[in-house]
């Protein structure tokens, strides 16, 4: 890799560190989008507001907290998709970026968060995963998510959100379920993310993840180094993981040339002694961007010390988590559920839109979140 991108990628922010290796031309993509106007009439009234202050956003020079502009990762999705469906991921992006910011929610969250498994095969050292009174199977948070009620969320969410993660507490992959959970959704979500330690990959996985379906695959990784990786996940082996990206990429080689997927390695910042420069020149072979973010007190949100912090969260307007046995949080900070807003039993929208999401909401609006817990002591904003 050259050394000027990786200069920029040291530089780019203390707060998260992102890059990506494949760079594309922001004006055409911005043109592209402009001359895309013409097909605004199939769109209801709302839509077409939003999708034209976003066109309007990214034609412009101004810069502010609330203007909307395409970053790189946004464009990276948007060349992955079919034109056709550019003006729809725009529509759904504003709302994902901008309306946490403006406070502002309508009837589905701008992203869903879907948990197969609570239970990971992992211990790493900044993860709820090592509070054993999490793990500890006795006290009923451990499990992985029945595929009859996966199929009816994702049922309720087709047509209505287009942002979907699959993963939260857990390793999706430790889930029977996951290579028909994944089949499922094929063709249903313009932006669909698996996140994973791809420790556990087969080849009967891969091919579900190359079959069009994933859209982005992000492996969860902090170093460059078998011993660093070692010491960071625990249980985990870089030898391995390295191998299975080895068989991913050779599948798709060899059997989706034209697959579109975007992949990504996402570490947390969690120790000066992390060489950012290393990181990208190893995972360069592997992936298409890297990614480290913040680091938040996960491992016991419970018990970390009470910070100073009271701007509203921002995943109380940006998205939902729903668990393997159905309740709905707020957050995985709160990997207790001690925030929970309810059971998803048949609609996404009404839990949303409910009094105690509201109520969550209202006490962030008025600097109010040292009453609750774990929000007094977490980073997230």
Not at 14 to 36: A, G, M, P, R, Y
Not at 269 to 279: A, P, R, W
């Amino acid at each position: 890799m050259e050394k000027k991108a990786v200069d920029k990628f040291i530089k780019s922010n203390s707060f998260e560190h992102f890059h990506v290796f494949n760079n594309f031309e922001k004006n055409e993509i911005i043109q592209t989008l402009i001359e895309l106007k013409k097909d605004l009439k199939k769109f209801s009234d709302n839509k077409k507001k939003i999708i034209l202050k976003a066109i309007a956003d990214i034609s412009s020079t101004e810069e502010g907290d609330k203007i909307f502009k395409l970053k790189d990762n946004t464009i990276a999705e948007l060349k992955s998709l079919d034109k056709e469906d550019y003006l729809e991921y725009l529509y759904h992006r504003y709302r994902y970026e901008i309306f946490p910011k403006a406070k502002e929610i309508d009837h589905y969250p701008p992203c869903l968060q879907i948990e197969p498994s609570s239970v990971c095969n992992f211990r790493c050292i900044f993860c709820f995963e090592t509070d054993k009174t999490f793990t500890n199977k006795k006290n009923g948070f451990m499990g992985t998510m029945d595929f009859d009620n996966f199929k009816n969320i994702i049922d309720d969410a087709q047509g209505n959100i287009q942002f979907l993660t699959l993963a939260s507490r857990g390793e999706p992959l430790v889930s029977k379920s996951i290579n028909k959970m994944i089949s499922y959704t094929n063709g249903k979500f313009l932006n669909l993310k698996l996140n994973t330690n791809a420790s556990l990959f087969t080849e009967e996985i891969c091919h579900t993840i190359l079959s069009d379906t994933v859209k982005t695959l992000v492996i969860s990784a902090d170093a460059a180094e078998k011993e660093e990786y070692a010491k960071i996940r625990v249980n985990g082996d870089l030898n391995k993981i390295v191998k299975n990206l080895e068989m991913l990429n050779s599948i798709k080689e060899k059997h989706y040339k034209k697959s579109k997927i975007i992949t990504r390695v996402s570490g947390v910042n969690f120790s000066k002694d992390q060489n950012f420069k290393k990181m990208l020149s190893f995972w360069n072979d592997y992936v298409d961007q890297i990614v480290f973010v913040k680091y938040n007190p996960w491992e016991n949100s419970y018990l970390a010390p009470e910070n100073d912090i009271d701007e509203a969260c921002s995943d109380l307007w940006r998205r939902m988590f729903i668990w393997w046995d159905k309740k709905v949080n707020p957050c995985d900070v709160d990997y207790k559920s001690k925030l929970s807003v309810g059971v998803f039993e048949n609609s996404i929208s009404d839990i949303w839109k409910s009094n105690n999401y509201n109520t969550l909401r209202k006490k962030h609006l008025e600097k109010n979140r040292k009453e609750l817990t774990p929000c007094k002591s977490c980073t997230v904003i």
